[in-house]
């Protein structure tokens, strides 16, 4: 059971991802098919109903997320990392079973409006959510590589101090101009701790603007997780909306 669990956690980003391309092949069908009648009968009704309650599920993990005596309480059954599962699928399947209610019947502004929401909110929960997750793995990485080089720069200019004759043949390549019309491999051998202070250096010098492309990147994402999260309550405003509506103008598959 482990094992099964493990591995649809590795492919969870291949599984989402396809989920969410069905999501959009549903949407882009309606020129194709139309069933002015479907969201008003009975299992068009089953599918807006279970649709509408996975949707919730997203709001639960926000409120167990930032709520602690919550989160203290839940944790103790079920970890974060599980909830927090749940509301990625749920925040997909949902949405897939609204679209099929619609029987791509988009004649109301607020249909039109509430299935545009529902596509902005997975769509841009989506690439955050493994955007962001790849960034950070990413600035981990280069942080790690950061340090390792910068250890072995260290290490060179060392045998640099004890070598001075060593620092004189690299002189020429120091520059920002020589070394984009040279290259360090025409040094000779024995100036290998010279050789491997310039490429250090060089490599650090990248290391160092990819980390802070990446930093600005992820702060970029987090104004992006404000948005996700206001956008999410406009839709569930809608979907409430659409509810009252449903209900206030005669749900039909019960009649």
Do not use: C
């Amino acid at each position: 059971m482990l094992d099964v669990v493990l591995a649809m956690k590795e492919r969870e980003p291949v599984i989402i991802g396809s989920l969410v391309a069905l999501m959009l092949i549903l949407w882009l069908g309606f020129p194709f098919h139309q069933s002015p009648r479907f969201a008003g009968s009975f299992w068009g009704g089953v599918l807006g109903v279970s649709g509408a309650v996975l949707m919730l599920v997203p709001l639960a993990y926000l409120f167990v997320k930032r709520i602690k005596p919550l989160k203290r309480s839940l944790t103790k059954h079920v970890s974060m990392r599980t909830l927090l599962t749940w509301h990625i699928y749920a925040g997909v399947l949902g949405p897939i079973l609204v679209l099929l209610h619609t029987g791509h019947k988009f004649n109301s502004p607020l249909g039109i409006t509430l299935t545009a929401m529902v596509l902005i909110v997975v769509v841009s929960g989506f690439i955050g959510r493994y955007l962001m997750s790849r960034i950070g793995k990413d600035l981990k990485s280069k942080r790690a590589m950061l340090q390792e080089a910068t250890t072995h720069y260290e290490l060179a200019l060392v045998e640099l101090r004890d070598q001075p004759e060593q620092a004189q043949l690299i002189r020429p390549f120091t520059g920002f101009l020589t070394r984009m019309f040279m290259a360090t491999e025409t040094l000779d051998e024995t100036s290998l701790p010279g050789v491997r202070a310039v490429r250090l250096a060089e490599s650090i010098a990248d290391l160092e603007y990819a980390i802070h492309t990446h930093e600005t990147i992820k702060r970029a994402f987090s104004t992006w997780l404000r948005f996700h999260i206001v956008i999410s309550f406009v839709l569930y405003a809608l979907l409430a909306l659409h509810i009252w509506a449903a209900v206030h103008f005669g749900i039909r598959w019960f009649q």
